[in-house]
Each structure stands twice: as structure tokens, then as C-alpha cells.
């Protein structure tokens, strides 16, 4: 199994990098569509919906993978909670943090999630832990004290910071429970079935808020001219599922210790793609970047703390993780102690 996990390691460091990359522009692609208007219960729902139908669609085309759609009674309730944490409720906070904070920040605070594990797995479940885990703390929070420049006064949106925060909690439920409950089902029916579950939670929350109404944004174009329904299609496809498959495919070829590192360059790439094409309210000051600098050097130090085995877990920007971890047979990770599912910046 090890062996077919680094068969080609070159392929599974291009598709992270790939990966990372779609990730990244998706947070931007995802701000421009809550600038003209949409909000973020429904950019949730139309890629929970849109991720759903496509991943369905993949798996009728591959046959063997309608055989793996098949549910069984007691792995509802766990799909469920999967569901609702990692594909629902982080995509929501996420796009209510950064539609308030600049990309990268927002997937800052979100990329604490590993962090929140990592001292799940101590306090928790008892599990020995490295004594780097502190230093990981530490570094972390001080880290966010410079993202957020507290000694003038909180200059960050209190509703963005706490909702990148609420999606931090959410993500590192989704890995707790990825890790703990899901070991004997595929990565893409998995998936699928998350997906599933996050778009019936998005319509019961819709049709209880807003109804029908409030859809004429999809209709119209961004400042820039390009059609909303065309972003949304892309947060779809080239948001959610064509690099979560590229990630799936990666984790063949690499360990999931090493594509969680290498995907750390997508709150990077996020906030260079913001700053591009939104402009200087996406800017970060020179002590932010240092602290964005300080908080992932935690979360790698928090990465490799667990005594247990190799942790997993890459960033996560706009809203949404990827699949579980899969080994070379195509199974998510057994346990908290070998690490938490991966996931990239699949949150938006």
C-alpha cells in the first residue's frame, strides 16, 4: 500500500499544487458572486446541489460506483453529521467570513482547524501528543493576534472573524468524524452522499427563510461583466469537484502528511488571486503577512504533534472540504490517530 501511495510522487505534488490553485481562485470567483448580490445560505445550497448532481453523474458513469452509492441504515446518521459539518455549515460560515474579511484571512482563521484536532486528540480522547503542539498553539495564536492587529483595537469585522472561526470548529468536527466513522466507504461516494446531505439542509434552510424568493442575482453580471451564473458554475465545477477528485488522485501518490504542507500555498495563492482581481481592500499589511506566516508554521508544528500516526489535513479556503483521506485501495483513514481527513480550500 505504501509503495502505490508514492509510486509517483512528481504526479501527486502537480495535482496538489493544481488543486491548491483551483481552490484559491474559487475564493475570489466565490466574493465576486456574494458581491452582486447573492448570500451565503445560497451560494451553499447551489454548490451543495450543483456538486451533488455532478458527482452523481460521475458515478453512474462509473459503474462500479453505483454499487458504492448503496446506503446502509446505520451509516445515515453518520453521513448526516458529515454532511452538515464539513459540506454545509463550513461553506456557510466561510462565505459569510469572507464576503465581511479579505480572502486570505479568512481562510486563516479557517486553517486553524487542524490546530483544534490536534488538542481534541489530547484533551479528548487522551491520546499522547508531542510536546510541539504547544509551541504550535502558541505560534498560531500569535499568528491571528497579528492577522487581526489587536492592539488597535480589532481592526477585522467581529461577524467575519467569528464566522471564520465558526468554520474552524465545524472543520475540525468534519475531521473527527471522517476519521472516526467512515473507514469502509470511498472517497467518491462519500462525497456524493455529504454533498447530498448539505443540499437537502440548504433547501429545508431556504424554503424556511426566504422561500423562492431572491434569485434575480443569478440573472445579472458582476462589475466586471461577467455573468453570475456563470461564477456559480465555476464554484461548482472547478471550485469543488474537479479539485477534490485532483486531490483524491494525489493522495495515491503522496503521503497525506505531505499533500496537507504542500496545499498550505493555497491561503497564499487566495490572497494574491483577491488582491489581483478585487483590488486593495484585499491587501494585506506587512504584520499580517507575518502572521499569516506564524499561524501556518503552527499548524504544521500541530500537523506532526499526534503520536498516532502521520496527520492529514491541507487548507481549506472557500468553504468546503475534499474527501477524506484515501489510501492506495481507496478508503478513508481509520482514525483520529492516524490523522484527520485532508481537505484544501474546497470550502467555498
Not at 469502509?184 to 462519500?190: E, G, I, Q, V, W
Request: glycine letters at 10%.
Amino acid at each position: 500500500m505504501t509503495t502505490a501511495y508514492l509510486r509517483r510522487p512528481l504526479l501527486g505534488l502537480a495535482l496538489v499544487i493544481g488543486a491548491s490553485a483551483l481552490f484559491a481562485i474559487n475564493g475570489t470567483v466565490s466574493k465576486l458572486a456574494l458581491r452582486a448580490g447573492l448570500d451565503a445560505p445560497q451560494m451553499t445550497l447551489l454548490r451543495a446541489v450543483g456538486a451533488f448532481i455532478g458527482l452523481l453523474a460521475l458515478s453512474v458513469v462509473l459503474r462500479p460506483g453505483v454499487r458504492r452509492l448503496r446506503l446502509r441504515r446505520r451509516e445515515v446518521p453518520l453521513l448526516i453529521a458529515y454532511g452538515l459539518t464539513g459540506f454545509f455549515l463550513v461553506p456557510m460560515c466561510y462565505f459569510v467570513a469572507i464576503a465581511r474579511l479579505p480572502v486570505g484571512i479568512a481562510l486563516l482563521f479557517e486553517y486553524t482547524a487542524p490546530l483544534m484536532v490536534a488538542l481534541w486528540v489530547w484533551a479528548v480522547q487522551r491520546q499522547q501528543v508531542r510536546p510541539r503542539i504547544w509551541a504550535g498553539l502558541g505560534l498560531s495564536l500569535a499568528g491571528l493576534a497579528c492577522v487581526a492587529q489587536v492592539w488597535g483595537g480589532l481592526i477585522l469585522d467581529p461577524l467575519g472573524v467569528a464566522a471564520g472561526l465558526g468554520a474552524a470548529v465545524m472543520l475540525a468536527a468534519y475531521f473527527v468524524i471522517g476519521a472516526r466513522g467512515v473507514q469502509d466507504r470511498d472517497a467518491l461516494s462519500l462525497t456524493t452522499w455529504a454533498f447530498g446531505a448539505a443540499a437537502i439542509a440548504g433547501l429545508i434552510v431556504r424554503s424556511l427563510t426566504a422561500g423562492l424568493d431572491g434569485w434575480q442575482p443569478l440573472l445579472t453580471r458582476t462589475e466586471t461583466g461577467v455573468p453570475v451564473a456563470l461564477l456559480c458554475c465555476s464554484v461548482v465545477v472547478f471550485g469543488s469537484i474537479v479539485p477534490y477528485l485532483m486531490i483524491t488522485a494525489a493522495l495515491r501518490h503522496l503521503p497525506a502528511t505531505s499533500v496537507g504542507i504542500v496545499a498550505m500555498i493555497e491561503p497564499v495563492l487566495a490572497a494574491a488571486v483577491a488582491w489581483v482581481v478585487i483590488g486593495a481592500g484585499e491587501a494585506l499589511t506587512p504584520v499580517q503577512l507575518a502572521g499569516g506566516a506564524l499561524v501556518l508554521a503552527g499548524v504544521v508544528l500541530a500537523e506532526t504533534a499526534r503520536s498516532g500516526g502521520p496527520p492529514a489535513t491541507p487548507p481549506v479556503p472557500d468553504g468546503s472540504p475534499p474527501p477524506p483521506a484515501v489510501t492506495a485501495a481507496g478508503s478513508p483513514p481509520a482514525a483520529v490517530a492516524a490523522g484527520p481527513p485532508p481537505v484544501t480550500s474546497a470550502t467555498a
